[in-house]
């Protein structure tokens, strides 16, 4: 179910990640004041756009899950926070090595852009151990969204007040596309899209070895014949239970195979 | 012609710029490529549970004859 589409969508990520490359070094022209140097945006800013917007999605996801209580939402929620998570960390390591660069520092702490984004990553950095601090599956999932929910809202919150602060020490990209030469503002929107479908990839993969893990799961317990109700016993897992519905149709129908 | 380009006006020198780039984009690789190792690990994983339970699926029927036979009664009952 989850890995319908995943052929055509991991094929179209390595020819736009190629062509993003390609771009950058061989079609995008040198900035005038950075050189070189300013070609490490054209993957650091992606990443921090995907981030934000997958913090925000992850959000969304967890809106609809409180919605349907559909154990699904939630899957889709904590995929999707667990991996922006990981590009948020990769855009701090990437940032870091263009402030090391340009400005001679590994990180500046009164650059408001640079520290609220750390602030954004450290709240999320939280998200896991609330998972993983409640033991019920119910509870962990609407805690979780709810967690979610508050923490994507601040997300746009912070990234405006960032905005409105008087202190513009940090390279504006978005703000500035319109004056951005033809040649760098399409490469920006090729790397732009490249990130993007990454993002999408990792998390169409990311959900579709989780549930593939759970119909094996479903399997064995059918096989062996052991109960597949809810009341059964569940290891503390930080991850929500992948569509438990799915998992016992899987299991009920081997057993009645089986049986 | 790349090079041509590259020599053109860096404000940063080519040999200094250059490192930071490759490691900025050395980071991206070595994200996907992490995450490549993990899905990799799982999808073994995946693979030798399914190899066991493709195992029992095999024996069950096996043993189940070797079993003796119930009385034709009682599964009539059952």
Known sequence: ?259 | MPLAILAESPALPLHTAGKYVAGAYVVLFALVLIYVTIMAIRLSHIERELGELLEIAHRDPLESSREPQPDPAESTLA
Not at chain 1, 44 to 49: L, S, T
Not at chain 1, 84 to 107: D, P
Not at chain 1, 148 to 166: C, E, K
């Open chain 1, 1 to 259: 179910m989850y890995g319908k589409g995943l052929r055509t969508l991991s094929i179209s990520t390595v020819i736009v990640m190629t062509v993003g490359l390609a771009m950058v070094f061989f079609y995008a022209p040198l900035e005038a004041e950075q050189g070189f140097l300013q070609k490490i945006f054209y993957i650091h800013v992606p990443m921090a756009i995907v981030t934000l917007v997958g913090f925000v999605v992850g959000g969304l996801l967890a809106i609809q899950h409180l919605r349907t209580r559909d154990p699904r939402w939630d899957m889709r929620s904590y995929v999707v926070i667990h991996m922006s998570l990981i590009f948020g960390i990769g855009t701090l390591i990437t940032g870091s090595i263009w402030a090391k660069g340009s400005w001679g520092h590994w990180w500046v702490w009164n650059e408001p852009t640079l520290v609220s984004f750390l602030i954004i990553i450290l709240l999320y950095a939280t998200y896991q151990p609330l998972r993983f601090a409640i033991e019920d599956p119910e509870r962990q999932s609407r805690y979780a969204s709810v967690f979610a929910i508050t923490a994507g809202a601040f997300v746009p919150m912070n990234f405006l007040a960032v905005r409105l602060s008087s202190a513009y020490l940090h390279p504006r990209v978005l703000g500035s596309t319109s004056n951005l030469p033809a040649q760098m503002a399409l490469t920006f929107v090729v790397c732009l899209a490249a990130v993007a479908l990454l993002f999408t990839t990792m998390c169409k993969y990311e959900l579709t070895a989780k549930h593939s893990r759970a119909q094996v799961r479903a399997l064995r317990r059918a096989l062996l014949g052991e109960g597949t109700g809810p009341s059964r016993p569940r290891g503390r897992s930080a991850a929500p239970s992948v569509h438990p519905g799915a998992a016992a149709r899987a299991g009920t129908h081997i057993a009645g195979r089986t049986g």
